[in-house]
C-alpha cells in the first residue's frame, strides 16, 4: 500500500498504533479486535487485521507529526562582537547612576548580604522551547511536537517549536550576548530524540557533534555549561511503543541515553540536572487520545505511574554518572510554590501538608530522606500499586548531591470543604487524592503579589515568601546546598507592545528579579546554604502550550528577524551580582581574548 493510504487508514478511529520494539522505526497497525454490534454490544471485528509496515524516520515524523517549518537560517552561525551601544544600562529601578541632574531615592548597600565565593548564577533555556530545527541533522519527534501539530487544542496559538529561536544555529551567538553581560553559567537542556531519534537504538553522531559545540563555546566564552537530560521533549517512538514514562521500561532507555552523554561531555559540565520537574511533565498524563498508542492504565493513576519510573530512571541515571567518574553535581530539578496555610486552623495544617506531600515531597522524600514516599502519598500510591521494593529504596535514597528547585512563587493551601479525612475516604472528591485546596488570594482578601502575564494565571511576584521556602527546603530534604534552578516572569501584557523601546523596560519583572535576589541573600544571611540560582529564561521562547505570547525572556526576541534585545531586567539582575557577589562580574567581548 502507497504511504499516503496508509496515512489515511491511520487516521481512522478504529486503528491503534504501537511502534516495534526492536526501534527501526516501523510501525504495527492494528484494527480492533472488537467493534460494537447495532444493538450496542461488543462483538467480534471480522475484519480486524495487524500488519507492520517499515518507515523511515521523515516518513515517522510525516504519519505523526505531519509538515513542520524550517527556518531560513538553517546553518550554524558565527557570532559576532556584542556592540558596546547595547551593553549601557536602562535607568535604574531603584539605584543611582546617570546621566546628573536626575534624582532618585538613596538606596544604600546593604552590608550583611553577600553571595560568596563561588556561588553560581546563569540563565537557562530548554530544547524544545528555543532549539528548532525539528527536523535537522536526524531528530527524531517527541511528544511535544505532536501535542503542538496535532492536539493543537491544548495550545493557545497553535505555535510550534519547529523553528523556536532558531537557538540550534545561533547558539553561539546567544552565548556570546550573555558573556557580554558577564554571566558566568547557562543551563541547557539536550533533546533525548536528537540523540536517539527514536529514543534507543542507534545514537546520532551528528547530534552530539552539535551539543559538543554548545558546550565548547560556552566554555570557550567563560561560560559554565550546565546540563538537563530531560526537558520534557519525550522521544514519541518511546511513548507510542509502551507508553513511555507510565512503563517501568523507561527506566533503562533513560539509563542509556544518560550513559551517553555522560560518556561524552563528561567533566566540562560542573552541574548535571537529570529530569526536570516530574510534577509537570508527569500531569500531562493521560496523554490527549487519539494521537498515541492507547495504554490501559487508568487515567487518573497515569501521572503517578509517571512519577514512580521517573524516580526509578533519575536514580540510575545518579548511579551511572557516579561510575562513570563524574565530578559535577547530580541532582534533578523539583519545582512548586512555597505553601502557606491559609488559616491556623489544624485543618489546613493538615491540607497543606498534604500540598507538600503530593508535590515536593513525592520526589524529595524518596532521593533526600529514605528511599520512599511520605507517608500521606505512600497510602494513595500502595493503593494503586505503586510500591518500591527494599532494593529500590536503597537504590533511590541519597541520589542528589544538591537540591535544585524550580520555585517561581508561592500559594495559600486550604482543606476541603468537608474535610480532609472526608475527602480521604471519598474518591469522587474533586481533590482526591491530594485533598487540599489552593488558592492565590490570602486570607485578607488580597492577591499575594503582583500578577505576571494573563497566560500564566499560576504566578504572581511572591518573593517575600522566598526566604521561609529556602529554609524549609533546608530543613525538609537536607542536601550539600539549595540551587534555585529556575525562577522568573512573565511582564504582564508584554506581547501586546509593539515598539521595541517600549518592550525593553519591563518594570515588574525587574522589581521581580531584584526582589528575589534580595530574598535569597537574606537566606543566606541567615544561614540557608544557597549555592547558586538560574534565572528563566535566556530569551524569549515557546512557553509550551500558552505559546510565544507568554514572554520569560530577559532578552526579547524578534519572531520576524530573529533579533534579540537585552531587556532592563537582564541588567537589573545582572546588578545583584556586581552589588554583592564576592566573585567578581566579569563581562567578556571576544572568544579567545
Ligand atoms: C476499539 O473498540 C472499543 C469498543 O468499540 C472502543 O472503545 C475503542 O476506542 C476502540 N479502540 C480504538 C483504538 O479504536
Ligand atoms: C525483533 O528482533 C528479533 C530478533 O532479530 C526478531 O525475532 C523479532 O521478530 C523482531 N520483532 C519485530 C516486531 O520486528
Ligand atoms: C447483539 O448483536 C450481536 C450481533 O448481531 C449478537 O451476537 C448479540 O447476541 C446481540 N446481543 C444482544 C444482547 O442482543
Ligand atoms: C536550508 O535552506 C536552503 C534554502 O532555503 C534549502 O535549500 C536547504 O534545503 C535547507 N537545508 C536544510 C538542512 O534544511
Ligand atoms: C488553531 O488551529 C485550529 C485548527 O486549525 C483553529 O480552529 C483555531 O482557530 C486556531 N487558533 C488560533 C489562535 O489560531
Ligand atoms: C496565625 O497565628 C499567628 C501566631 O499566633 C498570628 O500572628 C497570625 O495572624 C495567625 N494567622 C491567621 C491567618 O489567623
Ligand atoms: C537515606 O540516606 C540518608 C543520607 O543520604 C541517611 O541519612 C538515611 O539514613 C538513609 N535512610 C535509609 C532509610 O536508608
Ligand atoms: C476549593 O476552593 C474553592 C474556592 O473556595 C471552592 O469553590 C471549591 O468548592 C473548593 N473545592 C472543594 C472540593 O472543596
Ligand atoms: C522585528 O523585525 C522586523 C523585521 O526586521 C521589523 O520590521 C520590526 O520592526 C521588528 N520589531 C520590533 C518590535 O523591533
Ligand atoms: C539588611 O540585611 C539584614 C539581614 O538580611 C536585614 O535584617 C535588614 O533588614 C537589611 N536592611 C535593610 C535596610 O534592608
Not at 75 to 91: D, G, H, K
Not at 262 to 270: C, D, E, H, I, T
Not at 490 to 504: F, G, H, N
Request: proline share 6%.
Amino acid at each position: 500500500m502507497k504511504l499516503s493510504s496508509w496515512i489515511a487508514l491511520l487516521l481512522s478511529p478504529s486503528i491503534s498504533l504501537a511502534a516495534d520494539p526492536n526501534a527501526t522505526g516501523s510501525v504495527i497497525v492494528q484494527e480492533n479486535a472488537t467493534t460494537t454490534a447495532s444493538n450496542g454490544s461488543s462483538v467480534a471485528n471480522p475484519s480486524a487485521f495487524a500488519t507492520t509496515i517499515s518507515i523511515d524516520l521523515k516518513q515517522y515524523w510525516d504519519l505523526f507529526v505531519g509538515p513542520v517549518q524550517t527556518a531560513t537560517i538553517n546553518t550554524t552561525v558565527e557570532p559576532t562582537p556584542v556592540p558596546t551601544s547595547e551593553l549601557i544600562p536602562p535607568p535604574p529601578l531603584y539605584y543611582a547612576p546617570f546621566p546628573t541632574g536626575h534624582q532618585s531615592a538613596l538606596v544604600t548597600k546593604n552590608e550583611s548580604w553577600k553571595f560568596p565565593h563561588g556561588f553560581y548564577w546563569g540563565v537557562a533555556s530548554a530544547a524544545y522551547q528555543v532549539e528548532g530545527a525539528a527536523q535537522a541533522e536526524g531528530r527524531g519527534p517527541s511528544i511535544w511536537d505532536v501535542f503542538t501539530h496535532r492536539a493543537t487544542y491544548l495550545t493557545l496559538t497553535n505555535d510550534t517549536g519547529d523553528v523556536g529561536d532558531n537557538h540550534y544555529y545561533l547558539y553561539k551567538q546567544d552565548i556570546a550576548r550573555i558573556a557580554a553581560l558577564g554571566v558566568p553559567a547557562y543551563s541547557i537542556s539536550i533533546s533525548w530524540s536528537r540523540i536517539f531519534p527514536y529514543g534507543r537504538g542507534q545514537v546520532n553522531e551528528l547530534a552530539l557533534a552539535h551539543y559538543d559545540d554548545v558546550i565548547n563555546t560556552c566554555i570557550q566564552y567563560g561560560v559554565k555549561p550546565l546540563v538537563t537530560l530531560y526537558h520534557w521533549d519525550l522521544p514519541l517512538y518511546l511513548q507510542n511503543l509502551y507508553g513511555g514514562w507510565l512503563s517501568e521500561e523507561i527506566v533503562d532507555d533513560f539509563a542509556a541515553y544518560a550513559t551517553v552523554i555522560f560518556q561524552r561531555y563528561g567533566n566540562k559540565v560542573s552541574h548535571w540536572f537529570t529530569i526536570n520537574e516530574p510534577i509537570v511533565f508527569c500531569s500531562e498524563y493521560p496523554l490527549p487520545e487519539g494521537y498515541f498508542a492507547d495504554v490501559t492504565i487508568p487515567q487518573k493513576h497515569q501521572q503517578y505511574y509517571c512519577g514512580h519510573h521517573a524516580i526509578l530512571a533519575h536514580a540510575k541515571a545518579y548511579h551511572i554518572a557516579k561510575s562513570l567518574g563524574i565530578k559535577g553535581t547530580v541532582a534533578f530539578k523539583n519545582n512548586g510554590g512555597y505553601k502557606i496555610p491559609l488559616t491556623n486552623s489544624s485543618e489546613d495544617a493538615l491540607a497543606t501538608q498534604r500540598a507538600w506531600d503530593f508535590n515536593e515531597g513525592w520526589f524529595s522524600n524518596p532521593v533526600y530522606v529514605d528511599g520512599d514516599y511520605p507517608s500521606t502519598f505512600k497510602t494513595w500510591a500502595s493503593s494503586i500499586g505503586l510500591e518500591f521494593t527494599q532494593q529500590e529504596k536503597s537504590m533511590i535514597n541519597g541520589t542528589a548531591d544538591i537540591y535544585a528547585h524550580d520555585a517561581y512563587t508561592s500559594s495559600f493551601y486550604y482543606a476541603p470543604e468537608v474535610g480532609v479525612s472526608a475527602c480521604v475516604s471519598d474518591p469522587t472528591n474533586t481533590l482526591y487524592p491530594g485533598c487540599f485546596n489552593s488558592s492565590n488570594i490570602g486570607p485578607t482578601g488580597w492577591l499575594i503579589g503582583a500578577a505576571s502575564d494573563q497566560y500564566s494565571t499560576w504566578l504572581q511576584s511572591a518573593t517575600d515568601w522566598v526566604p521561609a521556602f529556602l529554609h524549609y527546603i533546608q530543613e525538609t530534604w537536607p542536601s550539600g546546598g539549595i540551587v534555585v534552578s529556575e525562577f522568573g516572569f512573565s511582564e504582564p501584557y508584554e506581547e501586546l507592545r509593539t515598539s521595541l523601546a517600549d518592550i525593553v523596560i519591563d518594570p515588574i519583572r525587574s522589581m521581580y528579579y531584584r526582589d528575589y535576589m534580595q530574598a535569597i541573600l537574606i537566606a543566606i544571611s541567615e544561614g540557608v546554604n544557597v549555592v547558586g540560582c538560574i534565572a528563566w529564561a535566556i530569551m524569549d521562547n515557546l512557553e509550551w502550550s500558552s505559546g510565544y505570547n507568554t514572554r520569560f525572556g530577559l532578552q526579547y526576541v524578534n519572531y520576524t528577524s530573529f533579533e534579540r534585545s537585552y531587556k532592563a531586567s537582564f541588567f537589573e539582575y545582572v546588578n545583584a551580582f556586581k552589588v554583592y557577589a564576592e566573585d567578581p562580574v566579569v563581562p567578556i567581548f571576544v572568544p579567545g581574548k
